[in-house]
């Protein structure tokens, strides 16, 4: 890839309009997601899509979600179903990625995924993504910004931090409300979560009247990107600690005496929003981390998932 410098631009008319250019003519732009930033290039274009596993280093057999700014723009893509409008009608915008059959005709680069016959796709919800999305008319393959397997990026610095001077443009409109990747649900056989992530699962068992199946990391139906360690800082991670070990620093939840803490009254949505963040700022310490025991139901499934991984022994 050539070396290029990395433009900063702002979520206005004219950052917008700039980063929908850089993304016609093929070139990636990390933008922001209520989940976390996204690493964008055009869905449709094939040396685009190189481009993004390249810059993240990113194993190729691991799929990527397309965003588009509406159902009807996923109707281009996949096969509807009445399962996929439910979930729609109750979470798009918003952080929900849905696993559908891909259509006939329907241009999508098979480098995005990965050579399956399904494409997982997803409506966010941030305001400078729709804007994006609706000024480039066009499916954006997005992963995290992030190099493969490090920590998620939930601001503009975490991504400069870790793809800086190898992507064309990162749009900065500040941090990440939700903080936590999207749900992943599997609609192409029976509804199965593929990931816990934004919506919590009984939210969405709620509105479809019936159980997901659920799947074990390893499991083959599993998204794929689903290795077992990702989100990982450099120091090891211990979880479910009571007190400090050692040189350790604590990661709280609730009211614990510890050095960060994800949310002192013990509020899960503020915990998820605050989670890399915290890993990012702890990394920087160089010391090991503890984490405090969170709750698991909810939004906490989804931050003990994140944190498992981040706690997985490493393969370097
Ligand atoms: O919140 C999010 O989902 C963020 C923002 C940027 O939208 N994106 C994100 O992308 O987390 P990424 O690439 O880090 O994770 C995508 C996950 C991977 O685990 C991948 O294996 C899975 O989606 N996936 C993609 N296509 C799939 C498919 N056809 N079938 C099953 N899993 C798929
Ligand atoms: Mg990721």
């Known amino acids: 890839m050539i070396s290029i410098g990395t433009h900063d631009l702002t979520a206005d ?18 933008f922001p997601t209520e ?15 190189a481009g993004i596993y390249e810059a993240k280093g990113r194993p190729s057999f691991n799929p990527l979600i397309a965003h588009v700014a509406s159902v009807q723009a996923a109707r281009r893509f996949v096969e509807w179903s009445d399962m996929a409008q439910q979930l729609a009608d109750a979470f798009w915008p918003g952080p929900l990625t849905l696993v559908l059959p891909l259509r006939d005709g329907h241009r999508i680069s098979s480098l995005v995924t990965a050579g399956l016959d399904t494409l997982a796709v997803r409506v966010p919800a941030h305001p400078a993504a729709r804007l994006l999305l609706a000024e480039f008319d066009g499916p954006v393959a997005a992963p ?23 992507i064309a443009a990162i749009l900065d409109d500040g941090p990440c409300g939700v903080g936590l990747e999207s749900t992943i649900v599997g609609l192409a056989g029976e509804p199965a979560l593929l990931r816990p992530g934004g919506v919590a699962l009984e939210q969405i068992e709620d509105v479809l009247k019936t159980r997901l199946h659920l799947h074990q990391s390893g499991d083959l139906l599993t998204a794929p990107g689903q290795l077992q360690s990702h989100y990982a800082p450099d120091a090891p991670v211990r979880l479910n600690a009571g007190v400090r070990q050692g040189d350790e620093v604590l990661l709280g939840f609730g009211s614990v005496d510890c050095d960060l803490n994800l949310s002192s009254t013990g509020d899960l949505s503020e915990a998820a929003a605050n989670l890399f963040a915290a890993l990012h700022t702890l990394n920087k310490t160089g010391r090991p981390i503890a984490v405090s025991p969170i709750p698991d139901h909810g939004l906490g499934a989804a931050i003990n998932d994140r944190l498992r991984r981040a706690a997985a022994p490493r393969d370097s």
Request: glycine share 18%; charged share 10%.
């Open 35 to 49: 989940t976390v930033y996204g690493l964008g290039g055009d869905a449709r274009n094939g040396q685009a899509v």
């Open 144 to 166: 995290s910004a992030n190099p493969s397997g490090q920590i998620s990026p939930t601001t503009a610095d975490h991504v400069r931090a870790g793809l800086g001077g190898r």
């Open 13 to 30: 008319p004219a950052g917008i309009a700039y980063a929908a250019d850089l993304l016609r003519q093929g070139l990636l732009v990390a």
